[in-house]
């Protein structure tokens, strides 16, 4: 976990019942430590100064009452973005598998708030939008898993992901939560590519229908694994408004490799499959945190950096 980057990012409230909950506007201090009484865990307290009143670390959060220290949540964050298993961790760190499950449930909410909180708060600016797809195995391994992910490949930022079948309806959910994320100006105009996969043009037609874009599909051959030939082909749009380096799904593939590395229930010819798509959504979302806020990219680069 090199290279990380430094994000200061406002304090608020998060006492529902204050007066000033969820505002900017106050005053957020660290005043001392508690320790807790059941497993002696030190959590730190803060101030809130327009309320005037304390509030613990974990207080009004998900994991407020779950029997485990921040260091503790840390760790089971940092091996779940490292690939290990629910098991694995819970033997590294001699918990019970059922108590990880639920730190993993718990973590990977608030992993998925701070992403869209943080999104919809700065408005995230897209130009050029890659998705792909993947397929792992489900349950019993008679079912397919697709995940669909969508990543922004000037600043590589992994924008969202969705799982479901080959149907047009998972890159649709893809598209509107895009959509909902987006910071569109009267002047924005996407760049889109995408393997030749259909629903994606299907899903573009529905969701983008407002929004200016250009689409580019790559189709690749493939005779007995190897690649043949990579035909582009222009949807909307021609060659001249998709820049070089764009006219490709080399990003969002990359990114595919990443997360088969870091998520075990994606790795082939293994038994670790996915069983139970709600603990790799939990996974996915404490992945996309560390891919996109804890290891580097260019995301908040300001323009002049870029
Ligand atoms: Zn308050």
Redesign the pocket.
């Known amino acids: 976990m090199a290279n990380k980057i430094n994000t200061t990012l406002p304090l608020f ?1 998060p ?1 529902h019942g ?1 007066k ?2 969820g505002l900017y506007d106050n005053k957020i201090t660290k005043d001392g430590k508690y320790t807790t009484e059941n497993d002696n865990v030190k959590r730190q307290m803060f101030y ?1 100064h327009r ?1 005037k ?1 304390r509030f613990s670390e974990t207080g009004f959060s998900d994991l407020f009452g779950k029997h485990g220290s921040f260091k503790e949540y840390e760790q089971t964050s940092k091996l779940f973005s490292y690939g290990m298993s629910c098991d694995k961790i819970a033997d590294v760190l001699e918990k019970d598998k059922r108590t990880i499950d639920t730190w993993r449930r718990n973590i990977g909410g608030k992993c998925e708030i701070f992403h869209i909180t943080l999104c919809m708060l700065v408005g995230l600016s897209v130009k050029f939008l890659q998705m792909d797809e993947l397929w792992s195995f489900l349950k019993r391994k008679n079912d397919q898993l697709w995940v669909f992910a969508a990543i922004e490949s000037k600043t590589k930022f992994w924008i969202t992901f969705e799982f479901g079948s080959t149907t047009v309806w998972p890159p649709v959910r893809l598209l509107k939560s895009i959509k909902m994320l987006l910071k569109i100006r009267d002047d924005t105009i996407i760049t889109i590519t995408t393997d030749k996969f259909s629903a994606y043009k299907n899903a573009l037609d529905k969701v983008f229908n407002e929004i200016t874009y250009y689409y580019l599909q790559i189709v690749k051959k493939r005779y007995r694994k190897k690649l043949v030939t990579v035909k582009k082909f222009f949807v909307k749009g021609s060659s001249d408004n998709f820049p070089a380096k764009t006219q490709n799904t080399s990003f969002i593939e990359r990114l595919n490799l990443t997360l088969r590395q870091n998520i075990s229930y994606l790795r082939r010819k293994t038994l670790g499959y996915c069983k139970n798509t709600n603990n790799l959504k939990s996974t996915m979302w404490i992945n996309l945190l560390n891919y996109n806020y804890i290891l580097k990219n260019d995301t908040f680069l300001t323009e002049n950096q870029q």
């Open positions: 409230c006492r204050c000033f909950y809130c309320g009143h």
